[in-house]
């Protein structure tokens, strides 16, 4: 897959992204990333890329032109559109669901704000889609767009080790991920379910989709609204609610 960023800040991204999972599927050609500086096609002498708004009001906007040309710097030598995001808190929100469908995405052009916004023209001219990270106003695309790709591409074949890296992860099926423990076996007088180390493999699993439901409703219920539960979810949740489930083995 392929990310094309136009912002006038490349270094923040090269210094986010250039290291970790996503910096090591980068150089084994799993993803490809591009940072565009969209400095470098202003026409003005100080390579400015703002201007006073017509409306008034404080703040500055972003000019069409910078940000066109970097665009078309990239999609004018191709032979398609690539799905092309502005990172704006106008959008709508990004989560897991989103992730996974921008996954099967082959080139994908995100914009990064500024200042007040940008120009509505250059928007209507060549973005697809708005998305945001959350009902807040941030300085920047940059952050967004950063957790765009980091999303995105840990989904794509090979970037993590298996498909059950991210499979079993909060949010994937709908449900918040289970509690997870590693050595010592006991650290501070807390010592981890004995089920983990029953060898019981059925009973494991069991455990830890049940303790996705406990997680799931303890912090975010709201997510069981839209959840795919089974009548055997219902019944456990229902006894868990009642302090009748046994959540230990």
């Not at 026409?43 to 032109?65: E, F, I, N, V, W």
């Not at 030598?77 to 704006?88: H, N, R, W």
């Amino acid at each position: 897959m392929r990310f094309d960023v136009l912002t006038i800040f490349p270094a923040m991204l090269e210094a986010a992204l250039g290291d970790s999972i996503i910096g090591r599927a980068r150089e084994a050609g799993l993803i490809e990333l591009n940072f565009i500086d969209i400095r470098e096609f202003s026409t003005d002498k100080h390579r400015k890329t703002d201007d006073y708004p017509y409306s008034g009001g404080g703040g500055m906007l972003m000019t069409p032109q910078p940000i066109y040309d970097a665009y078309m710097s990239i999609a004018g030598e191709l032979d398609y559109k690539p799905l092309t995001i502005y990172m704006s808190p106008q959008g709508k929100i990004f989560n897991q669901k989103t992730a996974v469908e921008l996954s099967k995405e082959e080139h994908i052009i995100l914009l990064c704000g500024h200042y007040e916004g940008v120009d509505q023209r250059v928007l209507d001219e060549i973005v697809d889609m708005e998305l945001s990270i959350g009902d807040f106003v941030l300085t920047g695309g940059e952050i967004p767009a950063m957790a765009v790709i980091d999303t995105v591409s840990r989904l794509i074949p090979g970037v993590l080790a298996g498909e059950s890296s991210y499979e079993n992860e909060s949010h994937f099926n709908g449900l918040l991920e289970y509690p997870q423990y590693t050595h010592p076996r006991v650290w501070n007088g807390r010592e981890i379910p004995d089920i983990l180390v029953s060898g019981h493999h059925a009973n494991i699993e069991k455990w830890k989709h049940e303790q996705a439901l406990i997680n799931t409703y303890n912090k975010r219920p709201d997510m069981l609204e839209t959840a795919e539960l089974t009548e055997t979810d219902i019944k456990f949740l229902e006894e868990y609610k009642n302090g009748d489930s046994k959540t230990k083995f």
